[in-house]
């Protein structure tokens, strides 16, 4: 029997671009939630948590300005106590007016989910958004990240549309990194509102600006499973991957999710813009491969709750490298028309050539339309997607490795961050969680919604 090449070849491209297709047509029907007219919720209501490591610098002192300019109730930044004395510092520099909203605290070792546990119970305000240290944000964010919350009490978590700060006066190298981060944050936004849109899922809430209902921070069994996740069957303690813990604590506990894609909540930040931005993806396919691989086959929520992310976001994980789909789908389109009439054959050939080309930017124009001269650079965006497979491969092989590995300073304490467990270390954590959360006291939010015994 012959082999089914033109049934492979349509099942293999309905798996690759129903999914492109479909997310185009969402993300451009997409809109943000807007802001009520009259809001019960307002700046006084929110706190930020900033963990840092270094706790000062020119970079922490922007963040730290734009954020205030906004007016929360306040700010705690949370760095190592090796650092106190400077962050201490760089806060008395300050302004005298913004002494009384920041506070400082202080942990003994670089660890981003004990720093950001040491501050969860200082809130005092019913919304708490975690930033990272080197973000910008608008004068009109708060507003905007409130707009859910004050919408729909099953929102428990609200992110934000990033972009890159690009740097100034770059050099030509630096202006590729640049490009090449900048399209990375583009690809982020798109999925993440199109999925939204469709079925509610995010696929992650980037720690870099993100808001949660603080009764959810602060309730005992998070920050217990929070400060113990499990993974590989339990047999490790993982502290890395601490947004798409709570990305994946929201679809399990019923909460419901969102992302606010507006430009008067567009968060800046900054990315490598040097070779180290290769480590920042080895270290984001790693925490992809883990988290994805927990939702899809540990907890498994995702898979009714979210079927459409599911497969739009999450399985994409398992599919080939983009080169050898790519190879894949052209090889199969050669052998399933090759029989039939030469030009049939040949404007199959050259449709699906030109289908693939659109497909590589398609889901990028807002970042040409912003800056149209990158367009010129599209060859090397396309090239790093075939060599993003290698680093993918690469991030599969080494889930072990939690180093950042771009930050000075942040791998002190790597070794905590992926920590084996014993056996009584793993019994004593069971005991706690079933003396801390027994089953019949369980409260879900209105959603009715109940995980998996």
């Keep these: 029997?012959?082999?089914?090449?033109?049934?492979?070849?349509?099942?293999l491209f309905l798996y690759r671009y129903v999914r492109l297709v479909v997310n185009l047509w969402s993300f451009y029907t997409f809109k943000p939630i807007p802001i009520p007219e009259n809001p019960k919720l307002t700046a006084e209501?929110?706190?930020?948590?900033?963990?840092?490591?270094?706790?000062?610098?020119?970079?922490?002192?922007?963040t730290i300005r734009t954020i205030l300019d906004t007016k929360p109730h306040e700010l705690l930044l949370v760095t190592i106590e090796a650092n106190r004395k400077d962050a201490e510092k760089m806060l008395k520099a300050m302004p005298a007016y913004l002494h009384d909203r920041i506070r400082l605290f202080t942990i003994t070792h670089p660890n981003?989910?004990?720093?950001?546990?040491?501050?969860?119970?200082?809130v005092r305000t019913s919304i708490t958004i975690f930033a990272?240290?080197?973000?910008?944000?608008?004068?009109?964010?708060?507003?905007?990240?409130?707009?859910?919350?004050?919408?729909?009490?099953?929102y428990g978590g609200v992110v934000t549309c990033q972009r890159l700060r690009r740097a100034v006066n770059a050099t030509f190298s630096e202006k590729i990194w640049n490009f090449l981060g900048a399209l990375y944050l583009e690809r982020r936004n798109f999925d993440c509102a199109a999925t939204t849109h469709i079925d509610g899922g995010v696929p992650c809430l980037s720690g870099r600006t993100v808001a949660y209902?603080?009764?959810?921070?602060q309730d005992e069994v998070f920050t217990n499973d929070f400060t113990n996740e499990e993974w590989w069957f339990g047999k490790?303690?993982?502290?890395?991957d601490d947004d798409n813990f709570i990305t994946r604590w929201m679809v399990s506990h019923g909460w419901e999710t969102y992302i606010q894609y507006h430009p008067e909540v567009e968060v800046k930040t900054t990315l490598e813009n040097n070779p180290k931005f290769l480590k920042q993806c080895a270290r984001w396919s790693r925490s992809n491969w883990r988290s994805n691989l927990t939702s899809m086959f540990a907890e498994r929520h995702i898979w009714y709750r979210q079927p459409w992310s599911t497969y739009a976001v999450h399985l994409t994980t398992l599919s080939p490298p983009a080169l050898l789909g790519d190879c894949l789908?052209?090889?199969l389109c050669h052998k399933a028309t090759e029989t039939l009439d030469g030009d049939v054959h040949w404007w199959a050939m050259r449709a699906l050539g030109i289908w693939m080309f659109i497909s590589k930017f398609i889901k990028l124009l807002g970042h040409y339309r912003r800056y149209p001269a990158d367009f010129l650079l599209l060859p090397i965006s396309i090239l790093f997607g075939y060599f993003h497979g290698a680093i993918k491969i690469y991030a599969a092989v080494t889930l072990n490795v939690t180093a950042w590995g771009s930050r000075e300073g942040a791998d002190a304490n790597d070794a905590e961050r992926m920590?084996?467990?014993?056996?009584?270390?793993?019994?004593?954590?069971?005991?706690?969680?079933?003396?801390?959360?027994p089953l019949n006291k369980v409260v879900w939010p209105s959603s009715g919604y109940a995980p998996i015994a």
């Design 132 to 154: 990272d240290d080197d973000v910008s944000w608008p004068t009109t964010a708060l507003p905007w990240i409130l707009a859910p919350f004050d919408t729909d009490e099953r």
């Design 329 to 331: 789908l052209i090889y």
């Design 45 to 62: 209501d929110v706190t930020v948590i900033v963990p840092s490591l270094e706790g000062c610098g020119d970079e922490l002192v922007e």
């Design 236 to 240: 490790y303690q993982l502290n890395a």
């Design 419 to 437: 920590r084996k467990r014993s056996d009584i270390e793993r019994e004593k954590h069971a005991r706690r969680l079933a003396s801390i959360y």
């Design 112 to 122: 981003k989910r004990r720093q950001m546990t040491r501050a969860i119970p200082e």
């Design 213 to 217: 209902r603080t009764k959810i921070l």
């Design 1 to 11: 029997m012959a082999f089914p090449f033109m049934r492979s070849f349509i099942l």
